[in-house]
């Protein structure tokens, strides 16, 4: 027992000046991309596309209900048959509109390969420059403190790389405001 412990302080002592050395710094991957026209403008175009899937769906649910109003202000002139053919038909149209729904925005949908397709690219590129900013300014990690599995308790401003990344980008980052 007394060499388990013995072997732990010993552990403890010998990690204790390589953790001291090592450089952390971390990103608000939020910021960057709030402030980078590039995604500004992808997002905006994604945006729009739903919004266009939406009024879609809008537009064909409207029709959903006035052919329902209709079927019930008529139901009792309508034949067995007609009834019939009219629920079908309210049916197969509510299916339509629910089928478009998961094709545009289903977890396989429309809006994910699309997201996929525009802002991979600019994630990657992101990624790309916190990797050149830590290795030019000698970090060993860098965390993105938006969200995500990491949370910090206390972060020190002096290691946000945020500026140098969004630098790395291009963007003039001289008139920009941290919220």
């Given at each position: 027992m007394r060499n388990l412990a013995a072997l732990i302080?010993?552990?403890?002592?010998w990690t204790a000046p390589v953790v001291a050395q090592q450089e952390i710094a971390?990103?608000?991957?939020?910021?960057?991309?709030?402030?980078?026209p590039e995604?500004?403008?992808?997002?905006?175009?994604?945006?729009r596309m739903a919004d266009g899937w939406e009024t879609e769906l809008s537009e064909r649910q409207a029709g959903l209900k006035d052919l329902?109003?209709?079927?019930?202000?008529?139901e009792l002139l309508y034949t067995i048959d007609e009834r019939q053919r009219k629920q079908q038909e309210?049916?197969?149209?509510?299916?339509?509109i629910e089928r478009l729904r998961m094709q545009y925005f289903g977890p396989e949908g429309e809006l994910f390969r699309q997201q996929e397709q525009?802002?991979?690219p600019i994630q990657e590129k992101v990624l790309a420059a916190i990797e050149e900013v830590a290795v030019a300014e000698g970090y060993d990690y860098v965390f993105d403190r938006s969200g995500g599995t990491f949370v910090f308790l206390f972060a020190n401003d002096r290691l946000d790389i945020s500026i140098l990344?969004?630098?790395?980008l291009g963007i003039d980052t001289q008139r920009l405001v941290r919220s």
């Open positions: 302080l010993f552990g403890a002592l971390y990103v608000d991957s939020e910021f960057i991309y709030e402030n980078y995604f500004a403008t992808a997002q905006q175009n994604l945006d329902f109003e209709e079927y019930q202000a008529r309210i049916v197969s149209l509510e299916e339509e525009i802002l991979r990344v969004l630098e790395e």
